[in-house]
C-alpha cells in the first residue's frame, strides 16, 4: 500500500506542477502525509481539471 501512496502522491504533484499550480509547504505537507488513498486519488482526478488549488481542495 506504501507504494501505491506513493506513487499517488507524486501523480498529484507533477499534475499540479503541469498546471503550473505553486503548492504551499503546508499543503504540500497534506499531501504527502495523506494516508488515505481514496483521497489521493479523488484528488489526482480533480487536478486534472484544475487550474487552482481551490478545484482540487474545496
Known sequence: ????????TRALL??????EIDV????R???ETC??????EF???RAV???SLED???
Do not use: C, N, Q, S
Not at 500500500?1 to 499517488?8: D, F, H, I, P
Not at 494516508?35 to 489521493?40: I, Q
Open 49 to 51: 481539471r484544475a487550474t
Open 14 to 19: 507533477a499534475v499540479l506542477a503541469a498546471h
Open 35 to 40: 494516508a488515505e488513498l481514496g483521497y489521493l
Open 24 to 27: 504551499p509547504k503546508d499543503v
Open 56 to 58: 482540487v481542495f474545496g
Open 29 to 31: 505537507e497534506r499531501i
Open 1 to 8: 500500500m506504501e507504494g501505491l501512496r506513493k506513487g499517488w
Open 43 to 45: 484528488w489526482v482526478d
